[in-house]
């Protein structure tokens, strides 16, 4: 599944809650050096800099997969793309905070979308073994319009050797068993639907920002397991309340997501689990 307008989306939501880094100067209108600094590449994720040798110059990054690329083969037309994105996603934003009950003023878009000195990038949700180039050009703030050239890094994410384990479930009233069909390690987690569908857009990009939460702080073992799991709702009696529709996603993880998701709804009624779906 190709992720690349969902990168760009939960990019802009990431930045949202922080400010962009500026300088009191006037803003340069000279052509900088943008630099790339990748930190680590891996199947679904890159983390990185951008930096800009001008602290008063102001810049824009993204990332395109070949796809995207090759419907855009020049740099102009990357430009304009990357542009037309952005303004396209900040209209979605302005209209989504204008219609809920967020408080504040609302960010402008030099605020959301441009940087100054050094950027963290952090792309996730990537796919693998699958071109990208990681992209950066510098704007004027007041125009939007480019200075100097595109700046591009190229890379491929690494292969990952997939598992061809699947996952069955048995429901018994308080109880959700999970019963893979080999000893391949994997991983699950659920969340209330609702908070998905507010927060993440789709399940999977809850299950990935729970694994990348539990791999930073060095607690991802406590999450992976082998053979039949029990999952028992008196267990996770503070976590889950009646009346309301979770999301069980589950995949096999082997250092890397290594397997397509499965996903079951479930609803709680009087303690007791009712099954309202099985995907893949």
């Known amino acids: ?135 950066a050009f510098q704007v004027n703030p007041d125009t939007h319009e480019p200075i100097g050239k595109l700046c591009r890094y190229p890379f491929t994410t690494p292969h990952i050797d997939s598992s061809a384990v699947t996952f069955a479930f048995e429901v018994n009233k308080d109880t959700i068993r999970i019963i893979p069909s080999d000893d391949s390690p994997y991983i699950f987690a659920f969340e209330q639907r609702e908070t998905i569908e507010n927060d993440y857009i789709l399940a999977e990009f809850f299950f990935y920002d729970m694994i990348t939460f539990y791999e930073d702080y060095g607690f991802i073992e406590t999450m992976r397991n082998k053979g039949v799991y029990d999952f028992i709702l008196s267990n996770h009696s503070r976590d889950i309340e009646d009346d309301k529709d979770y999301i069980l996603t589950i995949a096999g993880y082997n250092g890397d997501i290594n397997t397509e998701y499965t996903y079951l709804t479930f609803h709680v009624t009087n303690n007791e689990f009712v099954v309202v779906i099985t995907t893949e």
């Open 1 to 135: 599944m190709k992720h690349s307008i969902y990168i760009l989306m939960l990019a802009v939501a990431s930045v949202l809650t922080t400010s962009c880094n500026t300088t009191k100067n006037p803003p340069a209108t000279e052509e900088t050096k943008l630099t790339f600094e990748p930190d680590t590449i891996r199947p679904n994720k890159l983390r990185g800099m951008v930096t800009s040798a001008n602290p008063d110059a102001y810049f824009v990054s993204g990332i395109m997969d070949s796809d995207e690329l090759e419907k855009n083969p020049t740099d102009e037309q990357i430009i304009r793309y990357q542009l037309d994105f952005m303004n396209e996603l900040y209209d979605i934003y302005y209209s989504t905070f204008e219609s809920s009950d967020r408080k504040g003023d609302k960010p402008d878009f030099n605020s959301i979308f441009l940087y100054q000195g050094t950027e963290i990038i952090d792309y996730q949700y990537l796919d693998p073994d699958t071109y990208y180039e990681l992209l």
